[in-house]
């Protein structure tokens, strides 16, 4: 995991990323903190560019994809933020000497096994189960294929109310669809219980049925949790304030991305903070008290308010026959609901008016180093609570700081090499260039 932040305000935006990076080794995880997740984009104008959650887009480091942008398109003088964000994307498709076609291959193999891991887990949790308790025995493999049917088919109908990914459509529904049977055959018959039947374990209906699954998770964004953040930020030549953009990338297919775009109020002359990846612990220091608290109070709240209302009703009542328990809760409801809302909205301006607005308020007039230095110690602070607490140390290792501004451009306040910098100046020879 990862601990990201920009903290910005009129001056400039200083960007923070931590070394941490987990790898799963089968049912273990190793924590590395060698990880770099912060890049300078543009060798014309301060344009950053950071990444959290998974390195690698199907099965291609996004290190190196960032670092031959550089390389290749490094030099392009463009307007906005949002035109680099742009020209990447374009060029990530394009690029096929590193994302391959063997690359994508294994990509949407791994894909299709991830959406039907996924789906059994789900499908023995609650159908099976179910099965079991009203049948008082296990299922036959065909009775397991029918049950599957009825969930697949219901998972299918239900992805109706997502969205496509940006430039797709019902078009590259079929297209995968069309040339991905044999895939999901092959699947369906390494995951599914088989059958019997030697010369067709696994219905037909049901593989086809699958297929259509698979290949509508490949086109919309149906909320999975395999996807790299990518975060833009500095200026283009045309902007005279700080901008960011956040997006989420699943993958490559059929000359697309798989990307959706996270919304971020950033209107370039205000002042802000803004985590990414793990960011609890920045939204405790920045409102006071953790969400999870907040939620808390006011869950408590609305509990304690409907045990006062079962206690109410039944003292009136049992006093006053005629008066029904129902008369009282409906009285009750009628004016709880605003006394709810009113100890929300108390509790939310408060947390706004003693913490938020007082932290934005002195962010304002920050200068550049201590943007950075904020920027710095709101990872570390993520990084220490890790460490303390009885959760992994998914955050840690050196902190990479970068502040853009329009004047003084991308400057670097600190880097971690892998290697002596004393010993290698040649690399610094070609970083100038």
Not at 261 to 277: E, L, Q, Y
Not at 351 to 366: A, D, F, W
Not at 382 to 408: C, E, H, Q, Y
Request: hydrophobic share 35%.
């Amino acid at each position: 995991m990862t601990a990201e932040v920009a903290v910005f305000n009129s001056y400039g935006i200083a960007l923070a990323a931590d070394s941490a990076v987990t790898t799963s080794l089968g049912d273990s995880e190793k924590i590395y903190n060698n990880a770099d997740k912060l890049f300078q984009l543009s060798k014309v104008n301060p344009v950053a560019i950071m990444i959290y959650n998974n390195a690698s887009i199907n099965g291609s480091p996004w290190e190196l994809l960032i670092k031959a942008f550089k390389s290749e398109k490094g030099n392009l003088d463009l307007p906005t933020v949002h035109s680099y964000a742009v020209e990447f994307f374009k060029f990530i498709v394009e690029k096929k000497s590193i994302i391959t076609e063997h690359h994508t291959s294994k990509f949407i193999r791994g894909f299709f096994r991830q959406v039907i891991s996924s789906f059994l887990y789900e499908f023995q949790q609650v159908e099976l189960v179910n099965f079991i308790v009203t049948a008082q025995r296990n299922p036959t493999p065909s009775e397991c294929h029918s049950l599957m049917l009825m969930k697949v088919k219901l998972l299918v109908s239900e992805c109706d109310g997502f969205d496509f990914y940006n430039e797709f459509s019902e078009d590259d529904i079929s297209f995968s669809i069309d040339n991905n049977y044999f895939l999901s055959k092959e699947v369906c018959l390494e995951y599914i219980p088989h059958d019997e039947n030697p010369t067709s374990p696994v219905p037909d209906e049901l593989i086809i049925e699958f297929n259509k699954l698979f290949s509508i998770k490949l086109c919309k964004d149906t909320n999975n949790q395999s996807f790299t953040g990518i975060v833009f930020a500095g200026y283009g030549t045309e902007e005279y304030y700080p901008y960011l953009e956040d997006y989420k990338v699943y993958g490559v297919y059929n000359n697309k991305l798989m990307i959706s775009k996270n919304v971020i109020d950033n209107k370039g002359h205000t002042s802000g903070i803004k985590p990414f990846a793990q960011d609890d612990e920045v939204n405790t220091f920045m409102e006071g008290c953790s969400k999870g608290l907040a939620y808390h109070m006011k869950n408590t709240i609305l509990n304690n308010l409907q045990v006062l209302k079962g206690n109410i009703a039944h003292l009136i009542s049992t006093t006053n026959n005629s008066i029904t328990e129902g008369d009282v809760h409906n009285a009750f409801d009628a004016v709880s609901a605003n006394y709810m809302n009113d100890c929300v909205t108390s509790i939310d301006s408060y947390i706004k008016e003693n913490h938020v607005h007082k932290v934005l308020s002195i962010l304002g007039v920050l200068a550049k180093p201590d943007l950075g230095y904020m920027a710095e110690s709101l990872v570390n602070l993520t990084a220490f609570k890790r460490k303390i607490s009885n959760d992994s140390d998914t955050v840690g290792g050196p902190i990479d700081v970068a502040i853009l501004s329009k004047g003084d451009g991308f400057i670097w306040l600190k880097r971690k090499h892998y290697f002596n910098k004393d010993l290698n100046y040649t690399f610094h020879n070609r970083q100038s260039k």
